[in-house]
């Protein structure tokens, strides 16, 4: 089976706001999901990006306001209104429990979803060790070994490897999807997304020169 390999975080409100759709055009493509949840500030500052807590005001109104409303609607994939209460929390957490799982042969999928839906919705902290194992317990999986887990040397390691590699393939935000090498930055692309898993664009990334 083809992959698609998935750069997110656990709490981010683009990868919410698509992932029931990205989770179906990876069913209906016959493609599995390599999730890679990554530590989201140190790779916006490894590739050069600012982080978004330190944009101009307007921007992030722009971008974590209207245009959140905007998706939301478009993809039917309701918000709460305005940011989650713990948003700034440190998600090393619930980043580790997902690839966690990810390493199970039940996988990620449903987890995933839970949790950024769970988060943005209804505004779950996803630092919250029972907030973690009531959700990873609504979708079927052993709770307390994957927490226990996502403590563990080799899932933090594993953590500190997606980082890396974000960083190394210019993943410059999340979500990030690579098909067959050719990498999508953001929701917007799902579209693209879609297509390539069908048929590749001309082309190659990283591209020789800018």
């Known amino acids: 089976m083809a992959d698609i390999e998935y750069f997110y975080a656990a709490h981010s409100a683009y990868a919410y706001i698509g992932s029931a759709m990205f989770l179906d055009i990876a ?3 016959g493609r ?9 500030t140190r790779g916006l500052e490894g ?10 005001p307007h921007v992030r109104a722009y971008y974590f306001g209207r245009e ?4 939301s609607e478009h993809r039917n994939a309701p918000v709460m209104g305005g940011m989650p209460t713990h948003h700034r929390n440190d ?6 429990l997902l690839i966690a799982a990810s390493q199970t042969p039940d996988g990620a999928d449903a987890l995933s979803h839970a949790l950024l839906e769970e988060h943005w919705l209804r505004d779950a ?14 979708v079927g999986l052993d709770a307390e070994a994957l927490l226990d887990a996502a403590v563990s040397a080799p899932v933090r390691a594993q953590y500190e490897a997606n980082t890396a590699e974000a960083i190394a393939r210019s993943v410059f935000g999340s ?3 690579f098909v067959d090498g050719d990498m999508f930055y953001g929701q917007d692309h799902l579209e693209l997304v879609e297509r390539a898993c069908r048929q590749p664009y001309k082309g190659a990334w990283p591209p020789k020169a800018v």
């Open 27 to 29: 069913k209906r493509a």
């Open 32 to 40: 599995r999901i390599v999730h890679k949840p990554y530590d989201l």
């Open 47 to 56: 590739v050069g990006s600012s982080s978004t807590r330190t944009r101009p």
């Open 68 to 71: 959140i409303d905007r998706w």
């Open 91 to 96: 998600i090393t957490l619930p980043n580790c």
């Open 125 to 138: 902290d996803l630092a919250d060790r029972a907030t973690l194992a009531r959700l990873a317990g609504s």
């Open 175 to 177: 979500p990030t999807y």
